[in-house]
């Protein structure tokens, strides 16, 4: 999957992941960081694109792309 879209290969660590709650609200992590939260509709869609993926880097991706553009060069 480290085609056109993760040129330098940064996808092939594992720097998301992701948590259900019981609630069904999912948080996700960028390094042990949680830097996004997704209910309903959202965490539905977002749940089923996980089941869909058919590797852990397409897994990464997905991730990459739901918490967008959140680095912003302040964080610590």
């Not at 609200?25 to 694109?49: C, H, I, P, S």
Request: charged share 30%; proline share 1%; no cysteine.
């Amino acid at each position: 999957m480290s085609g056109p879209i993760d040129k330098r290969n940064r996808l092939a660590g594992e720097m998301f992941r992701y948590t259900v709650t019981k609630n069904q609200t999912v948080l996700l992590y960028w390094y042990e960081k949680q830097v996004k939260t997704l209910k309903g509709t959202e965490a539905t869609k977002f749940l089923a694109k996980m089941d869909q993926a058919s590797d852990e880097s397409e897994r990464q991706l997905i991730m990459a792309k739901v918490t967008g553009n959140f680095k912003r060069g302040n964080e610590r």
